[in-house]
């Protein structure tokens, strides 16, 4: 049952998150790690939480709050090669980048995209040879196979080179795919190839990942003979049901927005796909902010009509998807709003309290993202995985910053 208004009381909410892992079968939540609160490492600032996220708070203080939550859930939370799957934990990936430790077979902690680069297990993590790339076959592509639906594999259409990118990979690191050596520049060039080949016309990964790498004005010809741009995925995108589309349609928000802003930023134009896609992200920023809740979450009903869910997960993925969303589409002035800073006090306020229990980790691990992403705009970027980091200034993550320039990491997709 929805509601319109309120906020969550604690109590409801703690046995609504206890009793998640029950109501799921199957589900293997991303859980707490084994101290209890009170050993070292528990958050202690708890000021989102005595604030209810209704009150807004200095620049320092939102910025402190932001640090401790996000080191907190990198630390506190942990994930394992025997219980969980690639779904999981590149979902955690996303969030944190190459910081996020995966605990692998002999129980040792690693960083998780690492470990798969280098050809570790882990479930879910499919990958095969594609095309030869040259007339003299001393090169093939990569590719990651498509399990739709699933929630030990790739679930869409390049949703691997999406996180992948997103972590920093240049097209020159290497990958190491059955046995064999290969690049992430194969893996580009394989989906270029494979573009015609996307289930659903769902480009909201592909466009993440290719213009990370690419000019946004990139043409190519795929496996189909035709000619395709960045341009025309966007178009292809725009024209999609929101509505109808993966988690109310802010995969689709997210791949178009990471994609403009970079095109804009080399000088593009607003025409044609471009034009039609950024029309589609202004009416989504009206909309979240229209149905935004009294606490400053969003709307568990997404795009579609304001609300809270009863169910814990629900509200979590919704806000914490559109969180994410309106982090890469608003400008820094925009952000620094109450409305903004009330959402993101919202959010921080929900995973502390929520610090104990198992939770599904695409929605958890969007919803940090989120907050990754809001620290980074607003007060500029840091590390998470220092045990001290969490007391010192904001330092320069190298690979989140390739990421986001694509400048310093183009591929090149004619060799």
């Not at 703690?14 to 859980?31: N, R, V």
């Not at 076959?137 to 999406?162: C, M, Y």
């Not at 189909?224 to 988690?247: F, N, P, R, V």
Request: with cysteine; charged share 20%; proline share 4%.
């Amino acid at each position: 049952m929805l509601s319109t208004q309120g906020v969550f009381r604690l109590p409801a909410l703690l046995a609504t998150a206890s009793l998640l892992a029950a109501c799921l079968p199957g589900f293997i939540g991303c859980g707490s790690s084994a101290s209890s609160p009170s050993q070292a490492g528990t958050p202690t600032n708890n000021v989102a939480a005595e604030s209810g996220a209704g009150e807004l708070l200095s620049p320092d203080a939102l910025r402190a709050e932001l640090d401790e939550v996000l080191v907190d859930t990198l630390r506190h939370r942990s994930l394992n090669l025997k219980e969980h799957a690639a779904w999981q934990i590149l979902h955690g990936a996303l969030a944190y980048q190459r910081e996020f430790l995966v605990v692998n077979e002999a129980g040792e902690k690693v960083p998780a995209v690492d470990h798969v680069l280098a050809g570790g297990y882990m479930k879910g993590f499919n990958l095969e040879p594609g095309v030869w790339l040259d007339k003299e076959q001393t090169r093939r592509g990569v590719r990651a196979i498509l399990e739709q639906g699933s929630k030990t594999g790739q679930g869409h259409a390049d949703q691997w080179f999406a996180i992948l990118a997103q972590c920093g990979l240049r097209p020159t690191d290497r990958m190491v795919v059955r046995g064999e050596d290969h690049t992430m520049q194969e893996l580009i060039e394989q989906v270029l190839w494979d573009v015609p080949r996307s289930p659903m016309k769902e480009y909201s990964w592909t466009v993440i990942g290719l213009s990370t790498y690419l000019p946004s004005d990139y043409e190519w010809t795929a496996s189909d003979e035709q000619t395709w741009s960045i341009e025309k995925l966007m178009g292809i995108e725009a024209e999609q049901d929101i509505d109808t589309s993966a988690c109310g349609g802010t995969h689709r928000l997210i791949g178009m927005t990471m994609a403009l802003n970079r095109h804009l930023q080399q000088g593009g134009k607003l025409e044609g796909g471009w034009q039609k896609a950024d029309e589609k992200i202004q009416q989504a920023i009206k909309t979240a902010k229209a149905y935004q809740n009294a606490d400053g979450s969003f709307s568990a009903n997404y795009f579609i009509r304001g609300g809270l869910s009863a169910d814990l997960a629900q509200n979590l993925g919704a806000s914490g998807h559109q969180l994410e969303f309106l982090t890469l589409a608003l400008s820094e002035e925009e952000l620094q709003q109450p409305w903004m800073q009330r959402a993101v006090l919202n959010m921080c306020s929900v995973l502390r309290r929520t610090r104990d229990f198992p939770l599904e980790c695409g929605a958890l691990y969007h919803a940090v993202h989120g907050l990754v992403l809001y620290r980074h705009r607003v007060f500029g970027e840091r590390t998470y995985g220092d045990a001290d980091s969490s007391s010192s200034p904001a330092t320069d993550q190298p690979a989140a910053r390739e990421a986001r320039n694509p400048s310093d990491a183009t591929a090149d997709p004619a060799r």
